[in-house]
């Protein structure tokens, strides 16, 4: 029997890789891989004018916010009147005290809450023993000009009504030159509004206003506020 060969030796070799027939196709593929990659880009970017495709748009919900709670502010305990313009009387209102007023027939002065105009009033209480008429004047209220016209306007109350009489009197010295009253009936425990005008008759002269009440029930408490003495 004849020597075979090895088998290593006997075989012609085997050759790894691609023939090149299997190159050709392959190069072919990659080219027409590569040529409609190319023409699906220039497509989409001559859909969108050149421009690049906008993302989605995209809409996020916002915080709910309140409005910021209203600031609440307590009003102060006094709200002082502003005199009246023209008003000789700059203190009418007795919203700090009761200075250059006092008493008539004995009477007492205070200031109590609850006034027509502001917060404090002047109460006017007879005095002891009790006779019906209590009083309070304002000397020196205005100097009287020549053939000058002066109305005094303010609020009273009763509290149980009554009577009350007004009254600018024109002084020089201790002397009374001339004066004008006005009366009111008062309807119970209600602000009303009165006024007494006075013409005069000596220039220099002092001017003094008087509040009186009269036939006043009760406790013959007689309440004033918001004083206004003015020239016509």
Same mark, same amino acid.
């Given at each position: 029997m004849a020597a075979r060969a090895p088998r290593h030796l006997a075989e012609p070799p085997r050759r790894f890789g691609l023939s090149p027939l299997q190159r050709v196709f392959l190069a072919a593929l990659v080219g027409l891989a590569a040529f409609t990659a190319v023409i699906a880009l220039l497509t989409r970017d001559a859909g969108n004018?050149?421009? #690049? &495709? &906008? =993302? *989605? &748009?995209?809409?996020? /919900?916002?915080? %709910?916010?309140?409005? #910021? +709670? %209203?600031?609440?502010? &307590?009003?102060?305990?006094t709200q002082p009147v502003r005199p009246t313009p023209g008003n000789l009387l700059a203190d009418g209102d007795f919203e700090r005290d009761l200075a250059g007023w006092a008493g008539l027939g004995g009477a007492k002065l205070e200031r109590v809450e609850g006034g027509a105009s502001g917060r404090w009033a002047a109460a006017v209480t007879p005095g002891v023993p009790q006779d019906g008429r209590p009083g309070m004047v304002r000397r020196d209220v205005a100097t009287a000009q020549a053939d000058t016209t002066y109305e005094a306007v303010l609020w009273v109350k009763a509290p149980e009504g009554g009577q009350v009489v007004l009254a600018l009197r024109e002084l020089a010295g201790d002397r009374e030159v001339s004066a004008d009253? %006005?009366?009111? /009936?008062?309807? +119970?425990?209600?602000?009303?509004?009165? =006024?007494?005008?006075? @013409?005069?008759? /000596? *220039?220099?002269?002092? @001017?003094a206003l008087e509040v009186v009440g009269q036939d006043l029930p009760g406790d013959g408490r007689l309440l004033v506020d918001g004083v206004d003495l003015q020239t016509e």
């Open positions: 004018g050149g421009r #690049p &495709a &906008a =993302a *989605p &748009a995209t809409t996020r /919900a916002q915080p %709910a916010t309140s409005a #910021p +709670a %209203a600031s609440t502010t &307590a009003p102060p305990a009253q %006005a009366g009111y /009936a008062l309807p +119970a425990d209600r602000w009303q509004q009165v =006024a007494v005008e006075h @013409l005069t008759a /000596a *220039p220099g002269s002092s @001017l």
